[in-house]
């Protein structure tokens, strides 16, 4: 942890919000001399403070302790690189188009990596009056289910949720070319191509 970076970055966001260091501290319930401080490199923020601090800067905690925001490389949201994150205590789903920081039930989630299905895991497709018809043998048991299907195509993503003990026979609009993600519990994000 830098200090002085730190202040940095809290001086360079609270100006590319346009508040004064005032305002600021008024907004997180803290004096404008505790502000000045950490922009001149003299302290930290407490702990405590950080979680309104980052909401006011909407910012992650880990970037105003580094110091610094991660630059990325932006690919103009290309539904190509589409990325899953699911949440094994909740089933919480979370999809970006870029790679990110996501975190659910208080553990740091990781994205998904997808491996192409097998024939034997392969969800069955069917065009049927203007809709795509998704079916699949699986048990769908606790211990191991098919937790979503997201159906992505250039423009589209389309998710459905599933739970145990359901069937898999969820319908999806028609579209030609796309791919069709699953999330089985215990194998893993799957892929094919439609």
Same mark, same amino acid.
């Given at each position: 942890?830098?200090?002085?970076?730190?202040?940095?970055?809290?001086?360079?966001?609270?100006?590319?919000?346009?508040?004064? &260091?005032?305002?600021?501290?008024?907004?997180?319930?803290?004096?404008?001399?505790?502000?000045?401080?950490?922009?001149?490199?003299?302290?930290?923020?407490?702990?405590?403070?950080?979680?309104? #601090?980052?909401?006011?800067?909407?910012?992650?905690?880990?970037?105003?302790?580094?110091?610094? $925001?991660?630059?990325?490389? $932006?690919?103009?949201?290309?539904?190509?690189?589409?990325?899953?994150?699911?949440?094994?205590?909740?089933?919480?789903?979370?999809?970006?188009?870029?790679?990110?920081?996501?975190?659910?039930?208080?553990?740091?989630?990781?994205? #998904?990596?997808?491996?192409?299905?097998?024939?034997?895991?392969?969800?069955?497709?069917?065009?049927?009056?203007?809709?795509?018809?998704?079916?699949?043998?699986?048990?769908?048991?606790?211990?191991?289910?098919?937790?979503?299907?997201?159906?992505?195509?250039?423009?589209? #993503?389309?998710?459905?949720?599933?739970?145990? &003990?359901?069937?898999?026979?969820?319908?999806?609009?028609?579209?030609?070319?796309?791919?069709?993600?699953?999330?089985?519990?215990?194998?893993?994000?799957?892929? &094919?191509?439609?």
């Amino acid at each position: 942890m830098d200090v002085s970076k730190t202040g940095e970055l809290i001086r360079r966001l609270r100006i590319e919000k346009g508040l004064t &260091q005032r305002e600021l501290a008024d907004l997180i319930c803290v004096s404008d001399k505790a502000v000045s401080k950490w922009e001149c490199g003299n302290g930290m923020p407490d702990l405590s403070i950080l979680p309104n #601090l980052s909401k006011v800067f909407e910012t992650d905690i880990l970037a105003l302790l580094n110091g610094e $925001m991660e630059e990325r490389d $932006m690919n103009n949201g290309n539904m190509k690189n589409i990325n899953f994150y699911a949440c094994p205590e909740c089933g919480n789903i979370i999809t970006s188009l870029e790679a990110g920081d996501f975190s659910c039930c208080s553990r740091k989630l990781e994205a #998904l990596k997808a491996i192409k299905a097998l024939d034997d895991e392969k969800l069955t497709v069917e065009a049927n009056d203007g809709e795509l018809l998704v079916t699949a043998e699986h048990s769908m048991e606790k211990d191991g289910y098919i937790s979503f299907i997201a159906y992505v195509s250039s423009d589209t #993503l389309i998710i459905k949720k599933l739970y145990p &003990q359901w069937g898999v026979n969820v319908r999806f609009p028609f579209a030609r070319h796309g791919v069709f993600y699953f999330y089985d519990t215990k194998k893993g994000l799957l892929v &094919q191509r439609f």
